[in-house]
């Protein structure tokens, strides 16, 4: 099963920054580029929400709910995206996992163990 690799969540006070990276597996590396990414979050007692996503062309999505405030990025070589995140609330405290968009932007491979975010003061 094709999992991608979170990392960089902790314990941050509000109005604090970080940085979560994904990195893939590399039973996918020669279709890494195209791969259409996403960043997803599911908070305690929600469904996972698509947060921000990043197709090979370089077209980036963000929910209303982080725009201006989140940048997702990738690194071709590096087999990694990335998911700047500013200006945290406690409201986006929640598990963060980064996977594959389908063509029809369903999940594409299975899910990884997610990186948690906590903000709070």
């Known amino acids: 099963q094709v999992l991608l690799v979170e990392s960089g969540g902790g314990l941050v006070q509000p109005g604090g920054s970080l940085r979560l990276s994904c990195v893939a597996p590399r039973a996918i590396f020669s279709v890494f580029s195209p791969l259409h990414l996403g960043w997803y979050r599911q908070a305690p007692g929600k469904e996972r929400e698509l947060v921000a996503s990043?197709?090979?062309?370089?077209?980036?999505t963000y929910t209303d709910s982080v725009k201006g405030r989140f940048t997702i990025s990738r690194n071709n070589s590096r087999k990694t995206v990335y998911l700047q995140m500013n200006r945290l609330r406690p409201e986006d405290t929640a598990v963060y996992y980064c996977?594959?968009?389908?063509?029809?932007?369903?999940?594409?491979?299975?899910w990884g163990q997610g990186t948690q975010v906590i903000v709070s003061s």
């Open positions: 996977n594959a968009l389908g063509a029809t932007n369903e999940p594409k491979y299975g």
């Open positions: 990043i197709s090979g062309g370089q077209a980036i």
